[in-house]
């Protein structure tokens, strides 16, 4: 593997790590936001529930 193919082939892999990073920071954020602050009671209790199930304390 020459130089440039190498150097190009870790630009890459850094973008795409930054993609899935930025992706999975946007899916916690939508979770958090939706099934903390959700009006629906049966959405937030499964959210509740489901943090005292992991040992997650919440309170």
Known sequence: MNTAASSLATATSSASRAVQLGAVALLGLFV????????????????????????????
């Open 32 to 59: 958090v936001g939706f099934v903390g602050f959700s009006h629906a009671e049966i959405v937030h209790n499964a959210g509740h529930d489901y943090r005292h199930s992991m040992a997650f304390p919440c309170h």
